[in-house]
């Protein structure tokens, strides 16, 4: 159970609670100073409960592994003499779901309202929510639930469910960020007072989201507000998608995009706004990442014992923004997708003019006669090593013509090209092979077959992986990642160096190599002629030796490189599972006049831009405001008979509780949920 505080603010003094909760007071001065990072994992009391109120427990839970908030809100139910306002909240990006159910829980009861009932409890179920409310509704008995509703229902007495929690959708996520927004903007005429009192710094810091040259549902930062700003990344920059990268700009709603955790989600919302500066924080292993202050990314924490600069040390990762002091004490983090397909063979599918015939593929012209002189290909090809290294090869060699396949080599590469001819003419091809140049040569193969099927890898100048080679085994993804260093990669003395024009290929080789539990250094520098940018990938030390056991003696001899091996320090950065931790160089501000975009992700909240995991809740206390006026009834009920209805059950339980000499709190007992309803449910029916 996390250290409850009392966080007085300025409308509320310093708080007298009731012993048996474990609440610790802290001094208004010291309340003042704290930072983000303090407050978090402790529950806030900004008000203790009050006589006659009435109050709504919402929950926006995360996975509890530091990819995403777990938040909880406690609001008081406005009446006509004071606004609805925040009374207490808890914040936390560690804690599982299963724990936070227990906080949620002591949070709830604490704020037993005028109806003799814990808090109206509103857990958000999408994701790990689920997990929370079955702890609170199977175990620790919490008993007054949301119940989900249908607005669209054409008869409002049949708009209730039979489940309980907020399922959050695009259109229920439109109907309680237009209350949301309405209230916290709305005064009243006569007080000057808001419709919806705020008082988390969390809450806060999150409302600098709000903007909209729209609907509510795609809200920024206010661009009436001189003082409102937004979390927000330039347009330039390239965001991790399931196909590549694309220029968050070009990111639209329903986009596939690589989150936190390793996985692709949905993108729900794209928001801009213009701006004056921008943040550019550099960090060891990976390119720059330029963003707006206080646009948080994934770090660790990095340890100086005896003052001394250490090697990077992996803790616990945590949400910083420059704002909140990212600084050299920091290491970003870098992910790899976590999915994983095993596959045996692939299919080549049967372009115009070819049709399968016992497993191999045979041209046919339009009077139904086969084409001999059109040799046949297997319509299923093994994906064994020779497979994927051609796969890898002709990433970075290779290139599609009318009606074949052409890779390019130098002439001190002749091993690969006999490798190359062997493993072609094995598939039934009649490979060639011709000098077009003093150093260069080309092998080729004409197949309209195999042709289509290589034009998944796109154009010549925007070449990528299919998407499924992300999920592929690592052992897989490692013959092609040989495959792609045999033909664009320098082997140096204790160095593995490559140079891409491609943004696509740049990281999709950095996640390969990541999944396979190597280091490796990615920057982003200009052209010769100052227009193109071209990335670079380094392995160095035990990832490099690592890397060069894969290749056979000859084509190491091929690739060997004269010159200066570039100097990487690989003490900088960490591995981690599939998270590469690279420590923070800098962290500068620069000027820039121009559009900054956000998004906004289903579940995980965050995606990977230039490599780097950054995050985008007010969705706590949203929920919470909607709920608080949204009625929960049974059919033809009134919300006074609702309110009577409940409280004599209450009073029912408490009698039944001192009979049977049980509480209905059981968390401290050895009974189960099914058993204190038994127990209930037979004394109930002996009193009838």
Wanted: aromatic share 8%; with cysteine; hydrophobic share 35%.
């Amino acid at each position: 159970m996390p250290e409850p505080i009392v966080a007085p603010t300025p409308s509320h003094p310093p708080l007298d609670i009731l012993p048996g909760y474990g609440f610790a007071k802290v001094p208004r001065p010291k309340w003042e100073r704290a930072d983000l990072q303090d407050l978090r994992d402790r529950i806030l009391i900004f008000e203790a409960p009050r006589r006659g109120c009435l109050y709504v427990l919402s929950a926006d839970v995360g996975d509890g592994v530091g990819l995403d908030n777990s938040v909880g809100d406690v609001t008081r139910v406005g009446t006509v003499t004071e606004p609805d306002e925040q009374v207490a909240q808890f914040v936390s990006d560690q804690i599982d779901p299963t724990d936070f159910a227990k906080v949620l829980d002591a949070l709830g009861r604490f704020y037993t309202g005028s109806d003799n009932l814990p808090a109206l409890a509103a857990i958000e179920v999408n994701g790990p929510g689920i997990a929370t409310l079955s702890e609170m509704n199977r175990h620790l008995g919490y008993d007054n639930f949301f119940v989900w509703q249908h607005e669209d229902a054409r008869d409002p007495r049949s708009r209730y469910s039979a489940r309980l929690g907020f399922w959050t959708s695009r259109q229920s996520r439109t109907i309680i960020l237009n209350r949301y927004v309405k209230k916290v903007k709305t005064k009243d005429e006569n007080t000057g007072a808001r419709d919806y009192v705020i008082n988390s710094p969390f809450t806060i810091e999150e409302l600098r989201d709000f903007q909209t040259s729209g609907g509510v549902w795609q809200a920024e930062a206010d661009p009436s507000d001189a003082d409102a700003h937004d979390d927000c990344i330039p347009p330039y920059a390239l965001v991790r998608t399931r196909e590549g990268m694309k220029a968050i700009c070009e990111i639209v709603i329903g986009d596939l995009v690589l989150t936190g955790a390793g996985r692709f989600m949905p993108v729900l919302r794209v928001g801009r706004r213009r701006t004056q500066e921008l943040m550019r924080v550099s960090a060891w292993g990976r390119p720059c990442l330029e963003l707006t202050g206080n646009h948080r990314i994934l770090a660790a924490k990095r340890e100086r014992p005896n003052g001394t600069q250490p090697p990077l040390r992996h803790g616990q990762l945590k949400f910083v923004s420059a704002d909140e002091g990212l600084d050299a004490s920091w290491g970003t983090v870098s992910v790899a997708p976590r999915a994983e397909v095993s596959i045996r063979e692939v299919r080549i599918p049967p372009p115009p003019g070819f049709r399968e015939v016992t497993g191999r593929l045979l041209a046919f012209d339009k009077r139904g006669r086969r084409l001999g002189r059109c040799r046949p290909i297997p319509s299923q090809l093994p994906v064994d090593p020779d497979f994927l290294r051609l796969l890898g090869y002709f990433a970075a060699e290779g290139s599609c013509g009318r009606h074949s396949v052409q890779w390019a080599s130098h002439a001190r590469e002749r091993s690969i090209r006999v490798w190359l001819l062997g493993y072609l003419r094995s598939l039934g091809l009649a490979p060639f092979q011709r000098r077009v140049s003093a150093a260069g040569w080309i092998v080729g193969v004409s197949s309209v077959p195999l042709r289509e099927f290589f034009r998944q890898f796109s154009s010549s100048t925007d070449k990528r992986f299919p998407w499924w080679v992300s999920q592929l085994p690592p052992a897989f993804q490692a013959e092609i990642l040989v495959g792609h260093l045999v033909g664009d990669a320098s082997f140096m003395d204790g160095t593995v160096k490559l140079a891409t024009i491609s943004p696509h290929f740049a990281y999709q080789l950095q996640e390969m190599s990541l999944r396979n539990g190597w280091r490796v250094s990615v920057c982003k520098r200009m052209g010769q002629n100052g227009h193109n940018r071209q990335w670079h990938l380094t392995w160095a030390g035990p990832e490099a030796h690592k890397i060069r056991a894969l290749f056979p003696a000859a084509w190491l001899r091929a690739k060997r490189a004269s010159g200066k091996p570039p100097r990487v320090d690989q003490s900088k950065l960490r591995l981690d599972g599939l998270n590469l931790i690279g420590g923070v160089r800098s962290v500068l501000s620069v000027p820039y006049e121009g559009w900054v975009y956000n998004l906004e992700v289903q579940e995980d909240h965050s995606y990977v831009v230039e490599g780097t995991v950054v995050s985008n809740c007010i969705i706590a206390g949203a929920i919470g405001l909607y709920v608080c006026h949204t009625t929960q009834m049974e059919e033809g009920e009134t919300l006074a008979d609702r309110r009577r209805r409940l409280s004599e059950q209450r009073a029912r339980e408490k009698s039944l509780e001192d009979k049977l000499g049980v509480r209905r709190d059981y968390r401290n007992t050895d009974y189960s949920a099914e058993e204190v309803r038994e127990l209930y449910g037979s004394d109930e029916a002996e009193e009838d």
